[in-house]
């Protein structure tokens, strides 16, 4: 009876491969791995899972940060363009300096540009042609007379609108009293009448 119920009291005592269920294993076992822990120590290639990347690769970079240092090419996204560009012209403000022919998008128009002309203020003054919109009439023109005024003096034919009657007119009437002399039918409207006309005729009278 004792013989029999051995095998049940505990494992044999010689197996050199015995593992141990809970817990760490055999003295025995050379490459032996723990069930809940850290993994193998003598793996080479062995990476922690999260942490700092592998600081032997050399062409991984930082996701977020500043750009690589040695790309020639790259730009940063936002700030002054690039200052080695000859042709930069600036988005607001000055044109880049070694810009011939720079443009300012608000201010004065370009200095060297001939035929550009003020848009407000006085009008080209090497136009010729171009007299003034508002103020006097150019003085030039012989045959513009003033809207208001006087009537021009070397103007035979017109006469006042308003007054006396042309003084040289040798049959002029007195607005209130007696005939000229030289006048042989002459009347008044309401003043003095026509000095060359023979012939007019009151209208009251």
Same mark, same amino acid.
Do not use: K, R, V, Y
């Given at each position: 009876m004792d013989k029999t119920w051995r095998p049940w009291n505990g494992a044999a005592s010689h197996s050199i491969q015995q593992q141990s269920l809970f817990g760490q294993p055999g003295s025995h076992s050379r490459q032996p791995q723990s069930l #809940? *822990?850290?993994?193998?120590?003598?793996s080479r290639h062995q990476q922690p899972l999260f942490g700092q990347l592998a600081s032997h690769s050399r062409h991984l970079k930082s996701l977020f940060g500043q750009l690589t240092s040695h790309s020639r090419q790259l730009q940063p996204l936002f700030g002054q363009l690039a200052t080695h560009s000859r042709h930069q012209q600036s988005l607001f403000g000055q044109p880049?300096?070694?810009s011939r022919q720079p443009q300012s998008? #608000? *201010?004065q128009a370009a200095t060297h540009s001939r035929q550009l002309q003020p848009l407000f203020g006085q009008l080209a003054s090497h136009s010729r042609h171009l007299k003034s919109l508002f103020g006097q009439l150019t003085s030039h023109s012989r045959q513009l007379q003033p809207l208001f005024g006087q009537l021009t003096s070397h103007s035979r034919q017109l006469q006042p609108l308003f007054g006396q009657l042309a003084s040289h007119s040798r049959h002029q009437q007195p607005l209130f009293g007696q005939p000229g002399s030289h006048s042989r039918q002459p009347q008044s409207l309401f003043g003095q009448a026509a000095t060359h006309s023979r012939q007019q005729q009151s209208l009251f009278g």
């Open positions: #809940f *822990g850290q993994a193998a120590t003598h880049g300096s070694h998008l #608000f *201010g």
